[in-house]
T-cell receptor
Framework: AQSVAQPEDQVNVAEGNPLTVKCTYS??????LFWYVQYPNRGLQFLLK??????LVKGSYGFEAEFNKSQTSFHLKKPSALVSDSALYFC???????????FGKGTRLHILP | EAQVTQNPRYLITVTGKKLTVTCSQN?????MSWYRQDPGLGLRQIYY???????DKGDVPEGYKVSRKEKRNFPLILESPSPNQTSLYFC???????????FGPGTRLTVL
């Protein structure tokens, strides 16, 4: 069965420092990987995705993610964090064998001024 | 404006009283999906639909029904709600399953 793990419930980063939010996955076929962000009292917004091609994917608001097939990881990164990046971040995966989409449990990111 | 709309946004009901949460999208998307969000559990897919008249179970379908009679609409039906269905529900749509999803604003449901 496919699954997504976000090992950290919360990540704290000082403003201006680089940030990483971790995601590992397990699928039986090739993965389609996504990151979404949820601001307080809002729906989810798409950040970026990996389908195929370059392992480094660039997305919205300066975020990027690196697909690592051998480690089955898709960590979200940003070179310099902003206080406005504080939110709940979700990693999601869809495999190529069915159309289900599995989300991780989410990581709350706190950017400290 | 491209959007996914859900109604109602908030609902308090009692055990056993049938309810429907509507979902509509104006982007001509093929794929639609319902999720529930619970603290510590993230988002879990309830049902999804690849196209009109095509629906499939997600990971937590028990106690829910859906229908897809028109491409734009994907209502979620709780025939006999129970307190464990108290949750925040999101509808989402995308062109296909491997495209990014657009999410509705959410429906907060409380079942007493």
């Amino acid at each position: 069965a496919q699954s997504v793990a976000q090992p950290e419930d919360q990540v704290n980063v000082a403003e201006g420092n680089p940030l990483t939010v971790k995601c590992t996955y397990s699928v039986s076929g090739n993965p389609y990987l996504f990151w979404y962000v949820q601001y307080p009292n809002r729906g989810l917004q798409f950040l970026l995705k990996y389908i195929t091609g370059d392992n480094l994917v660039k997305g919205s608001y300066g975020f990027e993610a690196e697909f690592n097939k051998s480690q089955t990881s898709f960590h979200l990164k940003k070179p310099s964090a902003l206080v406005s990046d504080s939110a709940l971040y979700f990693c999601a995966v869809r495999n190529t064998q069915d159309d289900k989409i599995i989300f991780g449990k989410g990581t709350r990111l706190h950017i400290l001024p | 404006e491209a959007q996914v709309t859900q109604n109602p946004r908030y609902l308090i009901t009692v055990t056993g009283k049938k309810l429907t949460v509507t979902c509509s999208q104006n982007m001509n998307h093929e794929y639609m999906s319902w999720y529930r969000q619970d603290p510590g559990l993230g988002l879990r897919q309830i049902y999804y639909s690849m196209n009109v008249e095509v629906t499939d179970k997600g990971d937590v379908p028990e106690g829910y029904k859906v229908s897809r009679k028109e491409k734009r609409n994907f209502p979620l039906i709780l025939e006999s709600p129970s307190p464990n269905q108290t949750s925040l529900y999101f509808c989402a749509s995308s062109f296909l399953a491997f495209n990014e999803q657009f999410f509705g604003p959410g429906t907060r449901l409380t079942v007493l």
